[in-house]
């Protein structure tokens, strides 16, 4: 198999939700199955259904986060040199050439990216056109809008 990279912040976040789903969200599902059993036949008995529902949920979300956990080669930049290259974890800042528009983003590994919160895929085609350019170069991004340059102004490894 494959191994996939992922921040250090990526791991910790998964590891909190396998913390929570294991210890709080498990328990209180099997007890709700529990209590519905008591109120008799479980044919129509809403509550047993749901919570049934809800168990397979956090089964399944459990044994996903598992399986991501163990593929998950976790990367932390902050204690690699700084060369001025772009290679995951970093955080670049780009200067759009043809608006003159800065942007920021940290490149990422799938699960993590949040455009909103400036993570970009490590897979988005903007992360592909920037991975092994450094600080000064230019990159040249095919959007569906067409292609945009960017500059690099800044690599950081935060």
Known sequence: MNKVPMTVVGEQRLREELNQ??????????????E???????????EYH???????FIEGRIQEIESKLSLAQVIDVTKMPKTGKVIFGVTVELINLDN?????YQ??????ADIKAGKISVTSPI??????????????????????EYEISNVEHL
Do not use: M, S, W, Y
């Open 21 to 34: 789903l294991k210890g709080v969200e498990r328990p209180r599902v099997i007890n709700a199955i529990a």
């Open 36 to 46: 519905a059993r008591e109120h008799g036949d479980l044919k129509e008995n809403a």
């Open 107 to 112: 490149i990422v590994g799938e699960d993590e």
């Open 100 to 104: 003159d528009e800065e942007v920021r």
């Open 50 to 56: 749901a919570a049934r529902e809800q168990q397979g």
């Open 127 to 148: 992360a592909r056109a920037l991975i092994g350019k450094e600080e000064g170069d230019v990159a040249l991004v095919r959007t569906p809008g067409g292609e945009v």
